[in-house]
């Protein structure tokens, strides 16, 4: 069972153009989260967001809650944007915070 | 600021051998979580702690053993290394008592076992 989808997997993208990555899911959850990972690199945590949208720069991070759907959009991409971006969602239980993750959105910008 | 720091970095063992990656955190957080990430797969969880001196199975527990040495160190260890264990690890950690808990993650050990 894959709690987290995300979609497309793979993304090539001309430098400069609007991009969307898609995340949806099935479990109740206390936060969303969006994180990015560079190849060979380590995660980083981008978002974590519960309603509504969340701006940093030229990323942009929407979820809807009822739809249990988010997107994280890039403006004007550049290629140091080029890397795996990965949903999480965050269900909070007795137990704590328990964390189920998408396999990635692989994106390559290319100048 | 460390965050969360895990060593080694890189590792080539042999089947059979033993090792223990090492995580620590200085955010004071409760809950450390030790995942594998393979190609194609998503994050894997195999042990967690939720907060010092409990520690659960994960979904994928079997070959790993772990401790939560303190609050603010979780070790993982493998007992006799197997080739379906060539992965790469990373230890992560959040905070238990908000629910909006953000999610911190060390830079990866990359292990491969011949």
């Known amino acids: 069972k894959n709690e987290v989808e995300q979609s497309p997997q793979n993304l090539t993208a001309q430098e400069g153009e609007f991009i969307t990555i898609n995340c949806s899911y099935s479990?109740?959850?206390?936060?969303l989260h969006w994180l990015q990972q560079h190849p060979g690199g380590g995660i980083v945590s981008l978002f974590m967001l519960s309603s509504g949208k969340k701006k940093h720069g030229r990323l942009i991070a929407t979820i809807n809650i009822q739809e249990k759907h988010s997107s994280l959009h890039i403006t004007a991409s550049h290629p140091r944007d080029s890397a795996v971006y990965i949903c999480a969602v965050g269900e909070w239980g007795n137990t704590g915070n328990q964390f189920y993750f998408g396999t990635g959105t692989s994106l390559t910008v290319i100048p | 600021n460390a965050g969360v720091t895990q060593t080694p970095k890189f590792q080539v063992l042999k089947t059979g051998q033993s090792m223990t990656l090492q995580c620590a955190q200085d955010?004071?957080?409760?809950?450390m979580y030790w995942y594998r990430q393979d190609p194609g797969m998503g994050l894997r969880l195999i042990y967690y702690s939720a907060s010092e001196g409990t520690t659960d199975k994960g979904e994928v527990p079997n070959g790993y053993n772990v401790s939560r040495l303190n609050k603010r160190e979780f070790s993982l260890r493998l007992e006799s290394a197997a080739p379906s264990q060539t992965s790469v690890y990373f230890c992560?950690?959040?905070?238990?008592?908000?629910?909006?808990?953000?999610?911190?993650f060390g830079e990866g050990s990359r292990l491969t076992v011949l």
């Open positions: 955010m004071n957080h409760n809950s």
């Open positions: 992560a950690s959040s905070e238990a008592h908000g629910r909006l808990g953000e999610l911190f």
């Open positions: 479990v109740g959850i206390s936060a």
